[in-house]
């Protein structure tokens, strides 16, 4: 049986789409100080339990446990902007492929 690991999300109150996972909540000491300074405040947006998910959206599995498992922290950066995620996302819903970049652009010149 998996062990219940608990991971703490949070995400930058100022930069879009860079959000930090910890394997403590609150508890920010193994995160650098020049990171944290660069990431701004952390907002908590969720927590999960890791053996309850196969897989995770935006995240490689195997990388976030290792970095928590060494560091105590991964820091994720989205680096597709938002328009983008949400037309896909929509998209996705209806059962319809998502655009490329291309096209994409494309909508919005």
Do not use: W
Not at 17 to 46: H, I, N, S, T, W
Not at 84 to 98: K, Q, S, T
């Amino acid at each position: 049986m998996t062990a219940e690991h608990l991971i703490f999300v949070y995400k930058s109150q100022h930069k879009s789409g860079r959000y930090l996972y910890l394997k403590e909540k609150d508890v920010f000491a193994c995160v650098p100080q020049g990171l944290l300074d660069a990431f701004g405040v952390p907002v908590f947006v969720m927590m999960f339990a890791s053996s309850r998910h196969q897989s995770l959206p935006h995240v490689n599995k195997d990388e976030l446990m290792e970095a928590l498992r060494t560091k105590g922290y991964y820091l994720r950066i989205d680096l597709e902007p938002l328009e983008e995620n949400l037309i896909n996302v929509e998209r996705r819903f209806r059962g319809l492929e998502p655009l490329s970049k291309e096209e994409l652009a494309e909508l919005f010149k």
